[in-house]
């Protein structure tokens, strides 16, 4: 078996349901992953949208999830530090947590939902951007697994 991260919500490759959008309820939506690489000690997250018109766009950052999760609910708080001991950085819309699909009517934008298995624990405070993420995760990703979904305004 191969890590893998898939939602119950949408398919990859399927629209995102409005309420995980910000037309809609803007809730983080419902993942789960199976079958990450021995010795990881700990999960982060990217969720970025490669088609906005000002370069690609940060809408979610999440790092320091415990190594024996296998799942993320639908609505993740947006809080910079959840009770698991995970903690979420800053994102393009200059909030933490989850910030959904809001791209300019016309076109269908893709949503790339990255998860990363890490070989530690990153010690980084809560907040950070996604270029610090990846800094301090240069050298430390055992695996890495996507789920990419779409999302147009009408």
């Not at 890590?3 to 490759?13: D, H, Q």
């Not at 995102?16 to 982060?44: M, N, Q, V, Y």
């Not at 766009?57 to 009770?83: C, M, N, Q, R």
């Not at 819309?93 to 990255?114: L, S, T, V």
């Amino acid at each position: 078996m191969a890590f893998r991260l898939e939602s119950s919500a949408f398919a990859s490759g399927a629209t995102i349901p409005r309420k995980h959008a910000c037309d809609g309820e803007d809730r983080s939506p419902p993942l789960a992953w199976t079958d990450p690489p021995a010795g990881t000690k700990s999960f982060a997250l990217v969720c970025d949208d490669p088609d906005a018109p000002a370069g690609t766009w940060v809408h979610w950052v999440l790092y320091g999830v415990p190594a024996g999760a296998t799942s993320l609910p639908e609505g993740v708080p947006p809080t910079l530090a959840l009770d698991d001991g995970s903690r979420q950085g800053t994102n393009d819309f200059q909030k933490p947590g989850y910030g959904g699909p809001c791209p300019p009517r016309g076109g269908a934008h893709r949503y790339y939902f990255r998860l990363y298995a890490l070989d530690t624990e990153l010690n980084l405070a809560a907040g950070v951007k996604r270029h610090q993420l990846e800094a301090a995760m240069k050298g430390h990703i055992l695996a890495q697994t996507e789920l990419i979904g779409t999302y147009q305004r009408e």
